[in-house]
């Protein structure tokens, strides 16, 4: 399924959003994606649902709390062809910062209608699209806030597993996460994504970050 049929799937925008407004990665084509930290808070358990909508839960017509984004992108080799059948893997807080992790030691609550963790294999084109809320900020430490971020696990049989972290172009905690600045500059980029606003049928705002990823042989 490609990402303008997923993404009508997932919402009642339909067709108005243009595959152009969506990720296609041409500009990061050839640029290696930064590896990141898998963290503590990987699920361990498994959940009967993990599809691409995490913002509601099967059997269930309660929303998630949040600000909701799409985060769409694509899959490519070091030559820039699609990878297709790439298993897209994310993980990530809900908006107050909490992981459904039983290792989380925040304070925060759970939001009971977030999905938390969602899987998905990339098309033909190597296209891939999630539906999830802007993941809050937690504290790491006494001293160090972890920007909102989102977990990202890439596979496929043939190439090498890659564990990588998307981050929000603008957030001001970015600049102190000792994390993200364990990249080098160059790095940045392929990482930080601006978050773009495109219009559905009906005039409302859609929010999607476009977060292409090379996978490596």
């Given at each position: 399924m490609n ?11 339909g ?7 969506l990720?296609?990665?041409?500009e ?10 898998k ?18 839960i ?84 006494r ?15 043939g ?54 990823i090379t996978?490596?042989?």
């Amino acid at each position: 399924m490609n990402r303008r049929a997923l993404l009508k799937r997932l919402t009642t925008v339909g067709g108005a959003v243009a595959l152009s407004s969506l990720a296609k990665g041409a500009e990061l084509c050839a640029v290696n994606t930064p590896k990141q930290p898998k963290g503590p808070f990987y699920p361990i358990k498994d959940q009967i649902d993990k599809d691409a909508d995490l913002t509601v839960i099967d059997g269930s017509n309660q929303q998630a709390i949040g600000r909701v984004v799409y985060v769409s992108g694509v899959v490519q080799d070091e030559k820039c062809q699609p990878v297709e059948e790439a298993f897209v893997e994310i993980w990530q807080a809900c908006a107050s910062g909490k992981y459904n992790h039983p290792a989380d030691p925040n304070n925060a609550k759970l939001d009971p209608n977030f999905q938390y963790w969602g899987i998905v294999k990339t098309n033909s084109k190597g296209e891939y699209l999630f539906k999830t809320i802007y993941p809050g900020a937690y504290p790491a430490d006494r001293t160090w806030i972890r920007p909102p971020h989102i977990h990202f696990k890439v596979s496929k049989w043939g190439y090498r597993e890659l564990i990588t972290q998307l981050y929000f172009e603008g957030e001001d905690l970015n600049e102190k996460d000792l994390i993200l600045q364990s990249l080098s500059h160059d790095e940045h980029p392929s990482v930080v994504r601006p978050v773009k606003v495109v219009k559905g049928d009906n005039g409302q705002k859609i929010e999607i970050v476009d977060f292409p990823i090379t996978l490596l042989r």
